[in-house]
T-cell receptor, first 115, second 114 residues
Framework: AQKITQTQPGMFVQEKEAVTLDCTYD???????LFWYKQPSSGEMIFLIY??????QNATEGRYSLNFQKARKSANLVISASQLGDSAMYFC????????????FGKGTMLLVSP | KAGVTQTPRYLIKTRGQQVTLSCSPI?????VSWYQQTPGQGLQFLFE???????NKGNFPGRFSGRQFSNSRSEMNVSTLELGDSALYLC?????????????FGPGTRLLVL
């Protein structure tokens, strides 16, 4: 079974600052993918970034980067230069390679960006 | 390319009624998964369909069912609604549902059971 832990229920950051959202995971499967999604108050889950367990480099997508530390089983999301529109819930999720696995989600972190 | 669409967006029902939610995946995506999101339980997997077959099922009672059509559109049905079924129901699609494919989500259907 897979498990995702997000220990920060809420985070506050000022506009234009960088912020790191923590995520640790647990799985016995050697091949897996880690995902981050953003969920604004409207409810839609927006895919942000993906990291494969065998990827040598940390993933980046615009202002989003994933700090992947395999030995520590952590996959933290870094948002650079925060914007007001970044205020939302952020979910870390995992999916393993074997079979037709499903996404396992963490409980999420609410990010509030202030002017 | 159009994203995942879900209808209706909002729904109010009373206990004991049944409800059907619809999901149209991204064009070319054949795997459709359903999730329930509540404040207490977070995001929980309901089931996944591929080529009109249910391939995976979460730990939900038999009142929750679904199906997929030949065009990959999917519906989920909840019979004999309970207050605890009030939730945001999210549908997600991916190409084949295998391995580490990214799942893309729709806007969700907010169900309120009174």
């Amino acid at each position: 079974a897979q498990k995702i832990t997000q220990t920060q229920p809420g985070m506050f950051v000022q506009e234009k600052e960088a912020v790191t959202l923590d995520c640790t995971y647990d799985t016995s499967d050697p091949s897996y993918g880690l995902f981050w999604y953003k969920q604004p108050s409207s409810g839609e889950m927006i895919f942000l970034i993906y990291q494969g367990s065998y990827d040598q480099q940390n993933a980046t997508e615009g202002r989003y980067s994933l700090n992947f530390q395999k030995a520590r089983k952590s996959a933290n999301l870094v948002i650079s230069a925060s914007q007001l529109g970044d205020s939302a819930m952020y979910f870390c999720a995992m999916r393993v390679q074997s079979g037709y696995s499903t996404l396992t989600f963490g409980k999420g972190t609410m990010l509030l960006v202030s002017p | 390319k159009a994203g995942v669409t879900q209808t209706p967006r909002y729904l109010i029902k009373t206990r004991g009624q049944q409800v059907t939610l619809s999901c149209s995946p991204i064009s070319g995506h054949r795997s459709v998964s359903w999730y329930q999101q509540t404040p207490g339980q977070g995001l929980q997997f309901l089931f996944e369909y591929f080529s009109e077959t249910q391939r995976n099922k979460g730990n939900f009672p038999g009142r929750f069912s679904g199906r997929q059509f030949s065009n990959s559109r999917s519906e989920m049905n909840v019979s004999t609604l309970e207050l605890g079924d009030s939730a945001l129901y999210l549908c997600a699609s991916s190409l084949s549902g295998q391995g580490q494919e990214t799942q893309y989500f729709g806007p969700g259907t907010r169900l309120l059971v009174l």
